[in-house]
Each structure stands twice: as structure tokens, then as C-alpha cells.
């Protein structure tokens, strides 16, 4: 079993709509948690970062988080055609520590 | 604001040569990473440098070797360059000291062997 699981979709949302990616985890040790978003060919970008429980906002997405159950997720308000992309979950344990990555969900946002 | 910066953006080799890929972080920023993603795979830890001194180790192979200098850019060595060495690698900068471990990604290198 995979550290870090995700539902690799696609997940296809009309424009406009909120778009659901959920992330679980299995190190208990796990201390951040972001979202990344990676275009084909690109690097991975930065969308949001999460230490604590509970939800942190910015803009159009929010991410929450719940130690607990081991469960990040990511919701993307009034999705956009240019948030089509892959989005990867990533952890890591306290410190200078490496991420793990999940193998990402493809989201397609269709106009 | 400035960004990590990769050289090359793109490589070709023909196999069993040898390749250097550089990064420069983000400015003040002591802490590299590298990464390698291939096709339709997330991306997987190599090495790790803190204050130019190695602090994690992961699935890199014996043919590849990296350091960090003294202004804090990072160079990585790939020798007898095989054709599943074809990938993106990313090198990620964070500020160890700021206590929220967020990497920032570079553009990435795209090495082909042939």
C-alpha cells in the first residue's frame, strides 16, 4: 500500500461547479500536508499548505485537514477550464524531511 | 519573486554517458531536495542537502552522486546513464529554519537517454 493515497480519476466538473480531491495517509508521524498542482510536462506548483486540523482557505480553494482520520482533501470553488491539471498530495514527517507524494487525481473541468 | 532556478531545462544522452544537473534555490533558502518523476508517475525523493550537508537519502542509484556548495546551489552527477534514467527531475529549495518545510519546485530537466 501506497504512504499517500489518492483517487487518480479523472474527476470531470462543469465550469463553475466545486470540485472534491481527497487524500489519506498512513505515517502517523506526518506533520505538513500541501497541494500541489502539476500541469503535463510542468513542475509541481504550490496551491495550499496545512499543518493543523480543520480547514484553511485561500481564495478559491480550501484545504482540511483531519489527523485523526489521516484524510486531507482539497475543494476547488467555481472551478475553471485552466484548473484542469493534476493535483498531487504530499506529505512529510517534522523537519527538513523529504515529500511523499500520492500519484495525483487528473481533474478535467469542462466548459 | 525568484524562484528555483534548473540548468539544463533539457538534456540528451546516449546511454552509458554522464549528465550533471544544476539547481540554484531560492535565495536564503539552505535546504535542497531532488526528485525524479517519470512518465505518468509522481515524483520520487532522490536526495536531500541541509546547510551543504547531506540529510536524506532515497531511492537513488549508486551511479548517481549530488552535493551542495557553498552558495547553496546543488549539482547532481548521473554516470552510465541507462534508458529508464529518461525523466523530469525537479530540485525543490525550503528554509530549514522557518519550521513549515514548504518546498518550492524548480522548472524541472527533462533528460532523454537513447
Known amino acids: 500500500q501506497k504512504e499517500v493515497e489518492q483517487n487518480s480519476g479523472p474527476l470531470s466538473v462543469p465550469e463553475g461547479a466545486i470540485a472534491s480531491l481527497n487524500c489519506t495517509y498512513s505515517?502517523?508521524?506526518?506533520?505538513?500536508f500541501f497541494w500541489y498542482r502539476q500541469y503535463s510536462g510542468k513542475s509541481p506548483e504550490l496551491i495550499m499548505s496545512i499543518y493543523s486540523n480543520g480547514d484553511k482557505e485561500d481564495g478559491r480553494f480550501t484545504a482540511q485537514l483531519n489527523k485523526a482520520s489521516q484524510y486531507v482533501s482539497l475543494l476547488i470553488r467555481d472551478s475553471q477550464p485552466s484548473d484542469s491539471a493534476t493535483y498531487l498530495c504530499a506529505v512529510n514527517r517534522p523537519g527538513n524531511t523529504p515529500l511523499v507524494f500520492g500519484k495525483g487525481t487528473r481533474l478535467s473541468v469542462i466548459a | 519573486a525568484a524562484g528555483v532556478i534548473q540548468s539544463p531545462r533539457h538534456l540528451i544522452k546516449e546511454k552509458r554517458e554522464t549528465a550533471t544537473l544544476k539547481c540554484y534555490p531560492i535565495?536564503?533558502?539552505?535546504?535542497v531536495y531532488w526528485y525524479q518523476q517519470g512518465p505518468g508517475q509522481d515524483p520520487q525523493f532522490l536526495i536531500s542537502f541541509y546547510e551543504k550537508m547531506q540529510s536524506d537519502k532515497g531511492s537513488i542509484p549508486d551511479r548517481f552522486s549530488a552535493q551542495q556548495f557553498s552558495d547553496y546551489h546543488s549539482e547532481l552527477n548521473m554516470s552510465s546513464l541507462e534508458l529508464g534514467d529518461s525523466a523530469l527531475y525537479f530540485c525543490?529549495?525550503?528554509?530549514?529554519?522557518?519550521?513549515?518545510?514548504?518546498?518550492?519546485f524548480g522548472p524541472g530537466t527533462r533528460l532523454t537517454v537513447l
Open positions: 505515517d502517523r508521524g506526518s506533520q505538513s
Open positions: 535565495p536564503r533558502h539552505d535546504t
Open positions: 525543490a529549495s525550503s528554509l530549514g529554519a522557518s519550521g513549515t518545510d514548504t518546498q518550492y
